[in-house]
């Protein structure tokens, strides 16, 4: 069974920086697509931004363009979500989340709080 565990989240002033990770409990981590989510305050969970197998194609929503970074390195079977100019906006649980049967996002991490202060 596939296990997802993200790490990295806390407070932070508005403007600052943050760095997640998730690390996967498989080594076949590296044919899966890759994603982080998140799920502000009275918010349904959004998508933020994903990462193709070879990390070379990325996807943003277009809150976090420019702000936030993606990465993947497939020996460590981790990906990562460099989180820079923070907004108090981006106060959420961020989860990672693995495409293991191709189709949909079928595996999620547990979540991990980020607090963007004012």
């Known amino acids: 069974q596939v296990h997802l565990v993200e790490y990295g989240g806390g407070l932070v002033q508005a403007g600052g920086s943050l760095r997640l990770s998730c690390a996967a409990s498989?080594?076949?981590?590296?044919?899966?697509?890759m994603a982080w989510f998140r799920q502000g305050p009275g918010k349904e969970r959004e998508f933020v931004a994903s990462i193709i197998r070879d990390g070379v194609s990325t996807v943003y929503t277009d809150s976090v363009k420019g702000r936030f970074a993606i990465s993947r390195d497939n020996s460590k079977s981790t990906v990562n979500l460099q989180m820079n100019s923070l907004r108090p906006e981006d106060t959420a649980v961020y989860y990672c989340?693995?495409?293991?049967?191709?189709?949909?996002?079928?595996?999620w991490g547990q979540g991990t709080q980020v607090t963007v202060s004012s």
């Open positions: 989340a693995a495409a293991v049967s191709g189709r949909e996002y079928d595996v």
């Open positions: 498989e080594h076949t981590f590296n044919s899966w697509v």
